[in-house]
């Protein structure tokens, strides 16, 4: 077991905080990218853990971002 396991697994609430927050970081930067470099008008993402994300590039080349994230107590 490696160390982040060891730390996921002795503070779980901190690791599902930690996914939580890498969620609309993920979207703002390497999905947003990757719509930009190939020029894409329309995107939609699921991750299989209740996260979505749609992009979609408004008219005056603006993107618009939608993205939703569950957490289950």
């Not at 609309?24 to 939609?44: G, R």
């Not at 408004?58 to 939608?66: A, T």
Request: charged letters at 30%; proline letters at 3%; a negative charge.
């Amino acid at each position: 077991m490696d160390v982040k396991s060891l730390e996921d697994a002795v503070n779980p609430e901190r690791s599902q905080n930690a996914r939580k927050m890498k969620w609309p970081a993920f979207i703002e930067s390497d999905v947003v990218n990757f719509f930009n470099l190939n020029q894409l008008e329309k995107m939609t993402l699921e991750d299989g853990n209740g996260n979505k994300a749609k992009l979609t590039r408004q008219k005056d080349d603006g993107i618009k971002v939608e993205f939703s994230s569950m957490t289950i107590l």
